[in-house]
C-alpha cells in the first residue's frame, strides 16, 4: 500500500521502503521515503496523512472484508517456513535479537488464532 501509494501512484518518491520492526520488544513498522521532488517536511506530512487515511479504511472495513483479511493472516502465520532463510528469520529477529527467547513463538501464535 505504502509503495504504491508514493512511487506508483503519486510517483514523487525515488526511494520508498516498508517494513516491520522491533525495538526492545515494541514492534511497529518503520516507512522510508526519499524524494527529489518535495521538501522533507512535505514528505513527513504526506506520510501522516497517508497513515491517518489508512487507520479509517481499517476502520471502515465491512465483515466480508475483515474475514478476508484474518484468513490470509492466519495462512500466513500457520504455514511453515518455506525456506532455511524464512526459519532463521522467525528465530534470530523475533527472538535472538529482541532477547526474548520465546522460541515456541509461532506455535502459540497458532494455538491463538485457531483456539
Excluded at 521502503?17 to 524524494?35: D, E, H, P, T, W
Amino acid at each position: 500500500m505504502f509503495y504504491k501509494e508514493f512511487r506508483t501512484d503519486k510517483q514523487i518518491a525515488d526511494v520508498v521502503i516498508a517494513y516491520k520492526a522491533s525495538y526492545q520488544g515494541v514492534r511497529g513498522f518503520n516507512f522510508v521515503l526519499q524524494s527529489s521532488q518535495k521538501e522533507p517536511s512535505d514528505v513527513s506530512s504526506m506520510i501522516d496523512n497517508w497513515l491517518v487515511s489508512v487507520e479509517k479504511q481499517l476502520e471502515n472495513l465491512n465483515d466480508i472484508e475483515f474475514n478476508a483479511i484474518s484468513k490470509a493472516t492466519e495462512k500466513a502465520i500457520c504455514s511453515k517456513p518455506k525456506s532455511l532463510e524464512n526459519q532463521s528469520e522467525i528465530f534470530f529477529l523475533k527472538d535472538i535479537v529482541t532477547h526474548q527467547y520465546i522460541f515456541d513463538r509461532i506455535e502459540r501464535y497458532r494455538e491463538e488464532i485457531q483456539g
